[in-house]
């Protein structure tokens, strides 16, 4: 029986101990790996994941052969000459095209997790999807859930999040051992299951994107499995859908 761990926040994650033997999943729900769904949802090629925004500008500007979205948010400000990460704003404009993205907590922790045999970003949006991959896919490895958390504090939304993959993985009748941690966060989703919008917007991130005027963008993210869509972060480089990829995973 494998072992299932959920880490609370992006700075738990110690990559020394990160191998051929532990699958990640991180979770930003609001709203990096929200963003990162809904990004190749809506067509986009890939996602490549840096950790600031000094990062992504040296990134573009090294492959200037080649043409990139920037977006981004640090402490929840967009960059200045990027696109905010707001999900809803990239449909029709991501088609086909290559984005660097760079986030507070969500990108990080996805590079912080890429010694791992396989890395995957899941939200609200797409945890159902992730979670069936995962168990077709699952040679009893260790599975890593990944919080994000909010500059270094706990967050709720992302903890929900955890739950109901956690929930979904469990329905794909996968056996896993569940460390108390994750079988917490399990027993929130479980108690709290249809309340995902009310959880998000009460949340102190989710107060803050009230006040910035995105309920939409709450509302949006808090919509269960809408996308067959399977973020993998590829040789630490790009997130790619696995659903579409050509290459074996």
């Not at 072992?3 to 609370?8: G, I």
């Not at 929840?76 to 993205?101: H, R, Y």
């Not at 045999?117 to 992730?130: D, F, G, H, P, Q």
């Not at 709450?218 to 480089?237: D, L, M, R, Y």
Request: net charge negative; glycine share 6%; proline share 2%.
């Amino acid at each position: 029986m494998g072992k299932l761990h959920l880490l609370m926040k992006k700075e738990e994650i110690d990559d020394r101990k990160l191998n051929d033997e532990k699958l990640v999943v991180v979770f930003d729900v609001l709203l990096a790996t929200s963003t990162i769904t809904a990004a190749l949802a809506f067509g986009a090629k890939e996602v490549i994941p840096v950790m600031n925004g000094q990062e992504a500008v040296q990134f573009a500007n090294k492959n200037m052969g080649k043409e990139f979205i920037l977006i981004g948010e640090y402490e929840g400000k967009t960059i200045e000459g990027f696109l905010a990460p707001n999900p809803l704003d990239l449909k029709g404009i991501v088609t086909d095209q290559s984005i660097v993205l760079s986030t507070t907590n969500g990108t990080v922790a996805l590079k912080k997790s890429q010694n791992a045999k396989r890395v995957y970003a899941a939200s609200i949006l797409n945890a159902n999807a992730v979670a069936n991959h995962l168990s077709l896919t699952y040679k009893d490895e260790s599975i890593i859930l990944v919080c994000s958390g909010t500059s270094g504090q706990f967050n709720m939304e992302d903890f929900y999040g955890a739950g109901y993959f956690i929930d979904c993985l469990l329905n794909e009748t996968c056996h896993l051992d569940l460390s108390d941690s994750a079988k917490s966060a399990h027993y929130l989703y479980l108690g709290m299951k249809e309340k995902s919008n009310e959880i998000f917007a009460e949340s102190n991130v989710g107060k803050l994107l009230m006040l910035y005027g995105f309920e939409e963008e709450i509302k949006f993210v808090s919509k269960k499995s809408i996308f067959n869509v399977v973020p993998i972060f590829e040789n630490g480089k790009s997130v790619v859908n696995a659903q579409t990829s050509e290459k074996t995973i």
